[in-house]
């Protein structure tokens, strides 16, 4: 099935004529449970289910309008070359919405995770472009809609459509219409994330080249679903309960379980600098000092991690320059 397919049945078939702008926000989203590995790469469905949090107030604004002769994206004020892979991944998603073959769209976005937070912000962009799109023809669908179509722009930008914690059903119909993101009901107001910055430079290799060389060479990919289905039943399990050292201990494990398939890979994948190692082992020396802190990585060098507020003032000592997200802050 192609993605063009998958948008006729889901869009209204009677189509209203467009606003003159509509503006959405997504937040980025920080994956405890991973994707890694898809069963159809045309519509992003992925092998298995994985579980999030959504990073609040950070993330991707975007503004859409109709356009005459080409798309025009601006980043963050800046104008950006129509060649840049920003572009043409956005260009590429928006293609699938022309209503006529002539109709172009003005893109304003603007990212709110800091810039050189080296967090990835294909899960917020896509997702704040399929909500914007929303508004601009008035489709009126329901979130569990966008977040199959934010998912054809980028599997992750399936569960930026909510926010606090949040799963994406791997689902098993070849459409993929059973594949769509859900939020959880669970709220946890002292839940911290600490965004760690080792470098801002662009990745050896970008995820969707990385999962398939994965999938197709490593011998550790044939574990892999297993591992993540055994640790998305501990997290729920932990979330529920509020159980910070099950979600801590089961989201790092599985985030070193997804970097171990990789590296297992021919050639191997390694997002790691030796920063990262450091940083890993700054993490464990202040968990053995008893400073209750996790860490998740995810297709690049930079750590993320997990504490409780009573743990602000510890992790600050190993990590100065952390940047620090509230999840739940009202
Ligand atoms: O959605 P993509 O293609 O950018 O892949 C995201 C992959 C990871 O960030 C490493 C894991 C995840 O579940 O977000």
């Known amino acids: 099935m192609t993605k063009s397919e998958v948008i006729e ?46 990073l609040g107030k950070l993330g991707s604004e975007v503004t859409l309008a109709p356009r005459a002769g080409h798309d025009r994206f601006t980043l963050n004020g800046q104008l950006i070359a129509p060649e840049s892979s920003f572009a043409r991944r956005a260009a590429a998603f928006l293609g699938l919405f022309r209503p006529a073959p002539d109709f172009y769209y003005d893109v304003t976005a603007t990212n709110t995770v800091p810039t050189a937070a080296g967090l990835a912000s294909s899960a917020s962009g896509f997702a704040a472009l399929t909500l914007a799109l929303n508004e601009l023809f008035a489709w009126k669908l329901d979130r569990r809609k966008l977040s199959i179509l934010a998912r054809l722009g980028s599997g992750s930008a399936s569960r930026s459509l909510f926010e606090g914690f949040v799963e994406w ?54 574990v892999w679903p297993e591992t993540v289905a055994r640790d998305l039943v501990a997290l729920k399990e932990a979330i529920s309960q509020r159980d910070f050292t099950q979600l801590g201990e089961v989201a790092e494990g599985n985030a070193l379980a997804m970097h171990a398939t990789m590296l297992a890979a021919r ?38 991690l997990l504490f409780r507020k009573a743990d602000l003032r510890y992790v600050i000592k190993g990590f100065p320059e952390v940047q620090v997200v509230a999840p739940f802050a009202t």
């Not at 509509?22 to 590995?37: E, M, Q, S, V």
């Not at 430079?201 to 080249?209: L, M, Q, T, V």
């Open 9 to 54: 049945q889901l869009l209204p078939k009677r189509r209203s004529a467009p606003r003159a702008a509509a503006t959405a926000f997504a937040p980025a989203n920080i994956a405890l449970c991973k994707y890694w590995g898809k069963r159809d790469a045309e519509l992003n469905l992925p092998t298995a289910s994985s579980l999030s949090i959504s």
């Open 169 to 222: 059903h791997a689902g098993r119909a070849p459409t993929g219409m059973d594949s769509f993101a859900e939020p959880l009901a669970t709220k946890w107001p002292d839940l911290r994330i600490g965004l760690v910055v080792l470098s801002d430079k662009e990745k050896p290799i970008g995820s969707r080249d990385a999962m398939a060389q994965t999938r197709d060479t490593s011998p550790l990919y044939a």
């Open 267 to 304: 050639p191997a994948i390694l997002y790691f600098l030796p920063e990262s190692i450091e940083a890993i082992h700054t993490v464990h020396a202040l968990r053995a000092e008893g400073c209750e802190v996790y860490f998740t990585m995810d297709a690049g060098p930079n750590l993320k």
